[in-house]
Every structure is written in C-alpha cells, then in structure tokens.
C-alpha cells in the first residue's frame, strides 16, 4: 500500500529554503503520510522542473505563475537540491525503499528495491 500521490514538483516553492526540512521530516518520513507509516512501503518521485516549467502541468505553467527565465532556473536549482536532499536522508534512515528514476537530473541513482 502507498501513501496518497502529491506532485511534489507542482505543488512546492522549492525556493523558498524552509520546505526542505518539511519535505524530508515530514513529507517523506513523517508518521501521517511517510516512511514512519506502517502503509508506506516505498516511494516513487517522478516530478520535475525544467525549462518547460514543472512536469505534469499545463504546457504555458511558467507564464501563467509570472515566473521570468532566472525564475525557472532557480525553481530547478532549489528543486534538484530538495530532490537530492531528500533521497539522501531516505537512505541515511534505510527506513523505507527510494525509488527515484536515473532520468531525474538531480537524482544520479537508480531505482532500487
């Protein structure tokens, strides 16, 4: 059984630098709805940001939030580094499985069980 979807990537201002302790903390390993859930087996992060915007949005998303072209390129630095924080901590835990696709730019590992 896994926890409801969230779309990490569409939802978030990763810029904003107080997310990421939330994000890991409570997100991905907290007790309601992480890795400290007994239902939660695993996780599958297929979002991301790009110069398009973030995935699974509409195609015009970056010009409909406002956000200039330094906008979106720091939306994908602070991403990837959430990304990467994220996968870190989950592994330093070994509390639940991280499956995060190698096609993910910030996420140099591949899916393991």
Not at 2 to 17: K, M, P, Q, T, Y
Not at 23 to 35: E, K, P, R, S
Request: charged content about 20%; overall charge negative; proline content about 7%.
């Amino acid at each position: 059984m896994h926890a409801h979807a969230v779309d990490c990537a569409d939802v978030f201002n990763h810029r904003n630098e107080s997310l990421r302790p939330w994000l890991i903390h409570t997100m991905f390993l907290g007790n309601a709805t992480g890795g400290g859930n007994p239902a939660v087996d695993g996780f599958y992060v297929d979002d991301g940001w790009s110069a398009k915007g973030p995935s699974e949005m509409d195609k015009d998303s970056v010009a409909k939030m406002g956000m200039s072209v330094a906008d979106v390129k720091a939306m994908i630095t602070a991403w990837s580094a959430n990304v990467a924080a994220c996968e870190q901590q989950i592994e330093q835990t070994e509390q639940i499985p991280a499956c995060l696709p190698a096609c993910l730019p910030a996420c140099p590992v591949p899916c393991r069980a």
